[in-house]
């Protein structure tokens, strides 16, 4: 199975008051929007009001979200729709309220599962940050790893999913780094082509070492999206992206976002509808695994840890229409892109403009984060002829290496151009 061109995030409990159940009557929607990776948050047995992180049993599906059939019947609609369905799994730790932990803590040293957790010098049992309730499992113990290898292996056998997101992956690699490959090796035993996505930045090599497909647009401090200082920050956005996406690694295996559960308020609620959309062009071009969390392609504002109801659905057709030209284009030009190359242009304080080489002809993008502008972009050529803007459907002359833009505040353009042979051998010589 090919490389997903797009996720959809989505929470159970609150994407539908059916739960697991209203996510499959919306499958036939979410193929029509075009995305092709459905990841579902946590769903697994936890206590009361939790998220879902806490888990108290990996083998059971919450009620809250619906039962084992309900699973299945999801998936195997999802498989005839050609739509993946990934897990959202917390290896690192379980809750406080799992059986193991309950029983070390009313027998101490004396529970057979006192060596599952780690301890910390102190001899307190340890957790990151305020994570109170989330208690670390000591990796470097084989019963533990047999567990979730195996519960890992259940969902794959009992209802045919398609990979995992591991939540806080980082963890396991900061106690035991031998665990990731050893497990990854494994699982595609079970499943080859199986999809697995590391909670964790990408900037880290280990991870696609160890075998994950990607890892997180995080900068090289823990859980710091990587775009925050670009849209929060004293300097525009075009100058700070212009040298984030310049370090990449491997770019094609970046899996971004705008949203997700971790990112608070919605793009759209903090910096409205026309900064968001073409903030949301920018991440369906770009090489990797863009992803659209619950309801952005409507523009729904919610706090997923703070608004655990079942959310209302505002009617926004435009903006769902927008997605889902801008996914499709993604599909027919950009499948295989796995570079980028940045371009020069005159208006650096405020607009990005990138190369993208994929299945079809080259495309020049460049984003307008300021007001009107006028914009002349340096390209790799220097043959005249015109490109065309696929988004704005016009026609654009091209002369002596540049093409000059007029793009209205919060604007972009999608050129395609042709790199001939011979404009290939003159820039590379």
Not at 232 to 241: H, K, Q
Request: charged share 25%; proline share 7%.
């Amino acid at each position: 199975m090919s490389r997903p061109q797009v996720a959809y995030g989505i929470i159970p409990r609150s994407f539908s008051d059916e739960g697991l159940e209203g996510v499959e009557k919306r499958l036939p929607d979410l193929a029509e929007l075009g995305v092709d990776m459905i990841w579902l948050s946590p769903i697994f047995e936890h206590p009361p009001h939790d998220f879902g992180y806490a888990v108290t049993d990996y083998r059971r599906v919450d009620p809250e979200h619906g039962s084992l059939q309900d699973l299945k019947r999801l998936v195997e609609t999802a498989h005839r729709s050609g739509l993946r369905i990934i897990l959202d799994l917390a290896p690192n730790h379980t809750s406080d309220r799992h059986p193991f932990y309950v029983d070390v803590r009313e027998r101490g040293d004396a529970s057979a599962y006192a060596g599952h957790y780690v301890k910390g010098d102190d001899g307190a049992y340890a957790h990151y940050f305020d994570w109170t309730n989330l208690i670390n499992l000591d990796y470097g113990h084989p019963e533990v790893q047999r567990m979730m290898l195996e519960a890992m292996e259940y969902w794959i056998n009992e209802c045919d999913v398609d990979g995992y997101r591991l939540d806080a992956a980082w963890g396991i690699r900061q106690r035991t780094p031998e665990f990731w490959p050893r497990c990854v090796r494994r699982l595609r035993q079970s499943k080859p082509d199986l999809f697995l996505l590391a909670e964790a930045s990408a900037l880290d090599p280990y991870y696609l070492e160890a075998g994950f497909d990607a890892a997180y647009d995080w900068t090289s401090e823990l859980g710091r999206w990587a775009w925050t200082s670009a849209f929060t920050g004293r300097r525009g956005p075009a100058p700070v992206l212009r040298e984030l996406l310049s370090t990449s690694p491997d770019p094609a295996r970046v899996f971004r976002f705008l949203n997700n559960n971790d990112t608070g308020p919605r793009f759209l609620s903090v910096h409205g509808e026309e900064r968001y959309k073409v903030a949301a062009a920018m991440l369906l071009t770009l090489p990797g695994i863009p992803c659209i969390y619950m309801g952005d392609e409507v523009g729904l504002e919610f706090n997923p840890y703070d608004d655990r109801s079942t959310v209302r659905w505002p009617e926004n057709r435009e903006l769902r229409e927008f997605h889902r030209r801008l996914i499709g284009l993604r599909k027919d030009r950009l499948a295989g892109c796995r570079q980028l190359t940045i371009l020069g242009n005159d208006q650096s304080e405020q607009c990005l403009s990138y190369l993208l080489m994929g299945s079809g002809p080259p495309l020049v993008c460049t984003f307008n984060f300021g007001p009107a502008v006028e914009v002349h972009v340096e390209l790799p050529v220097r043959d005249s002829g015109v490109a065309n803007d696929l988004w704005n459907d016009v026609t654009i002359p091209l002369g002596n290496g540049r093409v000059a833009l007029s793009l209205d505040g919060n604007a972009f353009s999608l050129l395609e151009v042709d790199l001939s042979a011979s404009s290939h051998q003159r820039r590379s010589g």
